[in-house]
Antibody, heavy 124, light 109 residues
Framework: EVQLVESGGGLVQPGGSLRLSCAASGFTFSSYWMHWVRQAPGKGLVWVARINSDGAIDRDGTTTRYADSVKGRFTISRDNAKNTLHLQMNSLRVEDTAVYYC???????????WGQGTLVTVSS | QSVLTQPPSASGTPGQRVTISCSGSSSIIGSNYVFWYQQLPGTAPKLLIYKNNQRPSGVPDRFSGSKSGTSASLAISGLRSEDEAVYYCATWGGSLGWVFGGGTKLTVL
């Protein structure tokens, strides 16, 4: 059974940092592209970042993509040995407050599996 | 303001057929597959339709998707109370990454 379990959310002050993790199980983690998608309280879904599967490189030589709103502040990474996806979030802003979902991508099918989400609150 | 436009709300009575639209530009919806997600209250989204009209296993055939030009639609036939949820469309937006519609809240009257 495929499972995605996020952790690491919490309350942080503006300008602070937080690292989210997503523990994956039930599938060959290294073979799948993975994403983070967020949802501010009472709002819609917003894509945040993507990381390619092991060995997959985009035409521009990169393996990650980011939404403009988080570029330069957030870093997506993966540890295939530990079947874990990470999102390092720096220089956090109030508008980054949201539930962050870990999402699996099956050959350009976004979200065949979603985690339960972890809440990040940026407030002073 | 979302790149993909959905009506904020829709409604129907049990047994009815309802459709939810999703519109965008020719460079986005017109060139890429459309996906639909269902988000029940207090839960994570669930993939409902992928690649315009394909249903993942386990999704009832009451749910169907279609795309024509720069618009896509989700149709729900034989409406049930448990279909009350927020429905999102999404597609690959190229340099924008993945883009979602603003969501449509479906109320079963």
């Amino acid at each position: 059974e495929v499972q995605l379990v996020e952790s690491g959310g919490g309350l942080v002050q503006p300008g602070g940092s937080l690292r989210l993790s997503c523990a994956a199980s039930g599938f060959t983690f290294s073979s799948y592209w993975m994403h983070w998608v967020r949802q501010a309280p009472g709002k819609g879904l917003v894509w945040v970042a993507r990381i390619n599967s092991d060995g997959a490189i985009d035409r521009d030589g990169t393996t990650t993509r980011y939404a403009d709103s988080v570029k330069g502040r957030f870093t997506i990474s993966r540890d295939n040995a530990k079947n874990t996806l990470h999102l390092q979030m720096n220089s956090l802003r109030v508008e980054d407050t949201a539930v962050y979902y870990c999402v699996r991508d099956r050959e350009w099918v976004l979200g065949d599996y979603w985690g339960q989400g972890t809440l990040v609150t940026v407030s002073s | 303001q979302s790149v993909l436009t959905q009506p904020p709300s829709a409604s129907g009575t049990p047994g009815q057929r309802v459709t939810i639209s999703c519109s965008g530009s020719s460079s986005i919806i017109g060139s890429n597959y459309v996906f639909w997600y269902q988000q029940l209250p207090g839960t994570a989204p669930k993939l409902l339709i992928y690649k315009n009209n394909q249903r993942p296993s386990g999704v009832p055939d009451r749910f169907s998707g279609s795309k024509s030009g720069t618009s896509a639609s989700l149709a729900i036939s034989g409406l049930r109370s448990e279909d009350e949820a927020v429905y999102y469309c999404a597609t690959w937006g190229g340099s924008l990454g993945w883009v979602f519609g603003g969501g449509t809240k479906l109320t079963v009257l």
